[in-house]
Nanobody, 129 residues
Framework: QVQLVESGGGLVQAGGSLRLSCAGS????????MGWFRQSPGKEREFVAA?????????????YYADSVKGRFTISRDNAKNTVYLQMNSLKPEDTAVYYC?????????????????WGQGTQVTVSS
């Protein structure tokens, strides 16, 4: 079983950047599909980005983004540090939310939250206008 801990959230002005980290323990994150989701008050938890397992061949590694963050956010992984990142640039007030990382052993990219078995506790991102 894998445990996930997010960090890197905070308060930033619109147009600024943050990098979120999701550190894994217990198992290597390279074996997992990794996703980032976010939830703001009164809203459903929504998909942000995902990256396929490192166990597939290099040419098959895929990333996928929600339309709302495409071109601004980048998901990546550092297997040596057992960590997945979400680089967030050009932040907007509507990006304000609690951000969660999630993991699952499934091979294909998934955007539905119920496809992910393991979740971190979340980190707050607040973007001021």
């Amino acid at each position: 079983q894998v445990q996930l801990v997010e960090s890197g959230g905070g308060l930033v002005q619109a147009g600024g950047s943050l990098r979120l980290s999701c550190a894994g323990s217990g198992r290597s994150l390279s074996q997992y599909l990794m996703g980032w989701f976010r939830q703001s008050p009164g809203k459903e938890r929504e998909f942000v980005a995902a990256i396929s397992r490192s166990a597939v061949s290099w040419s098959e590694i895929r990333t996928y983004y929600a339309d709302s963050v495409k071109g601004r956010f980048t998901i990546s992984r550092d297997n040596a540090k057992n960590t997945v990142y979400l680089q967030m640039n050009s932040l907007k007030p509507e990006d304000t939310a609690v951000y969660y990382c999630a993991a699952d052993t499934i091979a294909t990219i998934q955007i539905r939250r119920d496809e992910y078995e393991y979740w971190g506790q979340g980190t707050q991102v607040t973007v001021s206008s």
